[in-house]
Each structure stands twice: as structure tokens, then as C-alpha cells.
Nanobody, 132 residues
């Protein structure tokens, strides 16, 4: 079991930056999990934003955030981050952190990490609001 808690959300003007953090705790080492960020805007389905593998740090991004968002992790601190820059009003959503037990050697990993069903543990989310 892994408990994840997001923080760092808030209100920012378009073009601004925010850094989200996700702290994980539990019996299984944090370094055993791939970590992902998803978001859900009002009236829309939850969608993939970014993911990172356990130790080699391979990253994957949804097309609309490439070049603006950066996912990273610090396994010594059991924390994953999402640095968001050049924010747009359409980035407004509740952002969720999630942990997946998928193996980093899985040949279909890139596709699977985009699927919220592949994640075992979820945080409660943190609101990000980008004003125009």
C-alpha cells in the first residue's frame, strides 16, 4: 500500500509557473513505482499529463504539455514533482498524483503509463487555476 499526497496547487496568471509535489509513503519502497500525474477539468474526464519510471527516470508527456511541464522524482525524499511553466487557462484542473506497479522493462510501458487504469494508488488532488 502507498499513500500519496499532492501539494503546491494554487492560482496563477497565464504565462506563470507552479511546481506540484507528491509525497509518497508506505511499506513498499517509493523507488519501486512508476509515478504519474493526471488532471481533471470540470465536466471532463481525467487525462494523462506526465509519467516517470522508477530509477532510470524515463519520462513521458501528453502532447499539449511537452516543452512546458517537467516531471522529476527524488527517490531519497520519496517525492515526485511536476514543474509547470508557461501555464495556460486550459491547464486549469485538479491535478492528481498516482503510483503504478508497472515494471520499467515492460515493452508497452509508454502506452500503459498513459492509462489511468494502470495506476494502483491515487492522491486526493490539488487544484490549479490559471487566470487569463
Amino acid at each position: 500500500q502507498v499513500h500519496v499526497v499532492e501539494s503546491g496547487g494554487g492560482v496563477v496568471q497565464a504565462g506563470g509557473s507552479l511546481r506540484l509535489s507528491c509525497a509518497a509513503s508506505g511499506r513498499t519502497p517509493f523507488s519501486s513505482y512508476c509515478m504519474g500525474w493526471f488532471r481533471q477539468a470540470p465536466g471532463k474526464e481525467r487525462e494523462f499529463v506526465a509519467a516517470i519510471t522508477q530509477s532510470d527516470g524515463r519520462t513521458y508527456y501528453e502532447d499539449s504539455v511537452k516543452g512546458r511541464f517537467t516531471i522529476s522524482r527524488d527517490n531519497a525524499k520519496d517525492t515526485v514533482y511536476l514543474q509547470m511553466s508557461s501555464l495556460k487557462p486550459e491547464d486549469t484542473a485538479v491535478y492528481f498524483c498516482a503510483a503504478s506497479g508497472l515494471s520499467s522493462t515492460n515493452s508497452a510501458l509508454a502506452a500503459m503509463l498513459r492509462d489511468l487504469k494502470e495506476y494502483d494508488y491515487w492522491g486526493q488532488g490539488t487544484q490549479v487555476t490559471v487566470s487569463s
